[in-house]
């Protein structure tokens, strides 16, 4: 059997989107992931379903595996032939361990590779508004571990040598000893009147910057994981990250997975910290016959009515997968709810002959006009969806055919933190994009025997909001219908929290 590679990964500081192209090409293929806590968990959804993914969480107090049996893990799926990624939150080998690691898979004769990451020696004081070297201020770095077995006369770092050094100090893992190390660099010379910064979850939306001086480093709250920074350059303040106008505010996306990719990552680019809390998810209709027998006559119908993005995708998936193509719809024109859905089916290189801006049911209705006799029309749509449209098209006179596309199913559970986010009363907001996610969030809040009358809740449009305050929900953001979209519903966020 071909021994497999073990590919020593650095995850960068915690912004998901500070990994390398080519570690996160390496993730979604491994079969195996050894993953740190200090690894954002959001990489662990870019791995391959049947990747086994294991956690060897290390922190100081807390140690869930020893590192021998980590060392042992590696070598052993590696010679089953598996490509194995170990995930290490900054970069391998500073402070990571990843020299030791690469020593063992060598020694054991194990093909390895290290791809570098950002470390949050560099990316913390970064995301706090400090260059860690600026002309004039500060010309040279240095990098120092602050978790030494001691901290006295001969141990491994020497803090008074360092004093002398100058420049900036840039000490990771440092705050239960800070006490010690401050001390130390004063009595080697470092003024007390210093200036200190400390970034704790640095380039997360949990981001908090300490400053203060090194004569009351000891005494001023800090807590792991961060980095301290000591010199002249921790008095700037070029802030960017924590002015961002979301930076602080937790807000919950119940939106299946599938579609909330969107909206995730413009309220994250915005600074907020999103829980994704899928109240819903997809699946396929009891059977396909139905569907299968319309699309075999798809070119006799006037009118093809697409109502989201997932139904758009659900029908022509199942098209295609019936061995036709976009000719099949002949002269079929295409009516579409909302810009999302007509995006969508220009991804499908079709286009949209007819569209509700405003994203319901009755703007559609409007824009197609009180006559529609001897117009044949093909609605597929969910399982749970309103009759609304298909009969308000009935009574204009349309012969419509409804088709089941898919079926929205509810979760058994909510996620274990967003329930003691809840209980903390820690929710600053929640996305509702659908009236299906409130009636299943307040259902499974029920559930788990949570209070949510509290919670202020976005809502995308009036039926959503209708629904939400029918649930017991304080609607706080609600879309009018003519600015019923993504980019609107996050615009009516950042204006909410101004």
Known sequence: MKTGCVYLIGAGPGDPELITVKGLRLIREADVILYDGL???EFLKEARRECGCINVEKRPGFQRVQQDEINQMMVDRAQEGLTVVRLKGGDPIVFGRGGEEAEVLRDNEIPFEIVPGITSAIAAPAYAGIPVTHRGISPHVTIVTGTTASLEGDGEVDWEGLAKVGGTLLILMGTQKRSEIARRLIAGGRPPETPVAAIQWGSLPLQRTVRTTLGEMGVVEMTNPAVIVVGKVAAMDLDWFEA?????????????RTQASELVQMLRALGAQVLEVPTIAF????????VDDAISDIHSYDWLVLTSTNGTDRFFERLFKQSRDIRALGEVKIATIGAATS???????????????????????AAFGA????????LPRPEESRDVLANKLRERGAEVRELVVYKTVMPK????EFLQLVEKEAIDLIAFTSSSTVVNLASLLKKARQNWQYLPAACIGPITAQTAVSQGFDVVVELDETSVSISGLVKAIVTYFR
């Open 244 to 256: 961002k106008p979301l930076f602080g505010k937790t807000i919950a996306m119940t939106r299946a």
């Open 39 to 41: 690894a954002n968990p």
């Open 343 to 365: 995006a969508r089916v220009r991804e499908w290189r079709l286009n949209v002959d007819l569209e509700a801006v405003n994203r319901t049911s009755e703007g559609l209705l």
């Open 413 to 416: 559970c909510l996620p274990e």
């Open 371 to 378: 006559d529609l006799s001897r117009q044949d029309f093909l």
């Open 283 to 290: 699946s396929e209709p009891e059977n396909w016959c139905d």
